[in-house]
């Protein structure tokens, strides 16, 4: 199910490097391909665009893809989504790699766990992004153990590949456009996640990671994301998939202009 766009703005220069030369694109706050409905109208010029396709794309192919095909979430790409997926299992004492149709395939997952943004924390840090750890979430699936057993095995595994910093780069993708969208672009006096997310830094780590004080409760909102400012810099805390009790993710924007009203304000919220 596709929920319906809701238009946040329109900004009329590149969010990315201030170019103003049509066309401009329409940026999608969350990816269009994960259901986002907030959208900021003439937002990305064509290069800028590429740059963020890649990495997205990356995540929504590979890392999601059997998630968002058992969601129904919406593709530009109709004729490219499988009908059939893979899974690892295990028979008459032989491990094979099967392609199973959705309705019977365990459909799960696979989200990290980042370390703190070492901006928040102060470690000693080089590049990338710490990985501590994975949560495996099943998403919609028959049980696991009736799925093995009409398989005729005890055992089944699903893997998949991504890159770690391709994700995080979404999530300050995702921050930094609800922070254009809530306090303007010419407000943004220095936005720390900027080269990152154009690929011109190897530091997403710095800015980037999981949050510890967890205030974007598990509900049944699809996602869930949250700003604050303390001083003029803009933290902002992403769950997406909300409602599967979705780890939540912390970025470090940036700093807006003093005059940007937003000193120790409160958190905004916006939910899906």
């Known amino acids: ?29 969350v990816p269009y391909g994960l259901n986002g409905p907030w959208e900021l109208l ?5 290069e800028c665009a590429k740059i963020t396709s890649a990495f997205e794309s990356d995540v929504l192919r590979n890392m999601l893809l059997a998630a968002r ?80 057993k009409s398989l005729g095995t005890k055992t089944l595994a699903v893997s998949v590949t991504y890159q770690p910093v391709a994700f995080a780069r979404l999530l300050a993708k995702i921050a930094y456009g609800f922070t254009v969208a809530v306090y303007g672009l010419n407000t943004i006096r220095e936005a720390y996640v900027l080269p990152s997310i154009m690929g011109k830094s190897d530091d997403v780590g710095r800015w980037v990671g999981c949050s510890t004080n967890n205030s974007l409760a598990p509900s049944n909102d699809l996602h869930k994301i949250e700003l604050s400012s303390i001083n003029g810099e803009i933290h902002c805390n992403v769950r997406l998939f909300a409602r599967f009790n979705a780890p939540e993710y912390s970025v470090i924007v940036g700093h807006v202009s003093e005059h940007s009203g937003t000193e120790c304000g409160p958190p905004i919220h916006s939910k899906i």
């Open 42 to 46: 003439e937002a990305s010029c064509m």
């Open 69 to 148: 095909t058992r969601l129904h979430f919406p593709t530009r790409h109709k004729h490219n989504r499988p009908e059939r997926f893979s899974l690892t299992i295990k028979r008459r004492g032989r491990e094979e790699t099967i392609q199973v149709p959705l309705k019977v395939h365990f459909t799960a997952m696979m989200l990290p766990i980042f370390a703190l943004p070492a901006g928040l924390d102060q470690r000693r840090y080089k590049k990338g992004i710490d990985l501590v750890g994975m949560v495996t979430i099943q998403v919609g699936s028959p049980p696991a153990q009736q799925v093995a």
């Open 1 to 29: 199910m596709k929920i319906p766009r809701e238009i946040l703005g329109t900004v009329g220069q590149c969010i990315y490097c201030r170019a103003t030369q049509k066309p401009l694109q329409t940026e999608h706050i």
